[in-house]
């Protein structure tokens, strides 16, 4: 059987004045449309991205369950609470 991988990928920002945020990106279902060449619209029902590759090889950004490419599946991005809240001076 072969292994299958969930990519979730956490994104930091520079430090700034305002303190910093961590970003979770995680990729959702299929959004290719697979009878364009037909003037249709058929999706294949992917419902989430999974790596067939490790982390750094060209398999990392192919599907594993529908063979599309990464940018294929919707992105999701989920900011964490870690934002500070800037002080205001009167």
């Known amino acids: 059987m072969k292994?299958?991988?969930?990519?979730?990928?956490?994104?930091?920002?520079r430090r700034c004045s305002s303190g910093s945020a961590?970003?979770?990106?995680?990729?959702?279902?299929c959004q290719k449309n697979h009878a364009a060449s037909l003037g249709g619209y058929a999706?294949?029902?992917?419902r989430e991205f999974?790596?067939?590759?490790?982390?750094?090889?060209?398999g990392a950004l192919t599907?594993?369950?529908c063979g599309?490419?990464?940018?294929?599946?919707?992105k999701e991005v989920e900011s964490s609470a870690a934002?500070?809240?800037?002080?205001?001076?009167s």
């Not at 999706?43 to 992917?46: A, E, M, S």
């Not at 999974?50 to 060209?58: D, F, I, L, R, V």
């Not at 599309?68 to 919707?74: A, L, P, S, V």
């Open 3 to 13: 292994k299958r991988q969930i990519v979730v990928r956490k994104e930091g920002s």
């Open 22 to 29: 961590v970003r979770t990106v995680r990729y959702a279902e």
């Open 43 to 46: 999706v294949d029902g992917c």
């Open 50 to 58: 999974m790596a067939s590759g490790e982390e750094g090889t060209s």
């Open 63 to 65: 599907c594993a369950a």
């Open 68 to 74: 599309c490419h990464r940018n294929f599946h919707r």
């Open 83 to 89: 934002e500070a809240v800037s002080e205001s001076s």
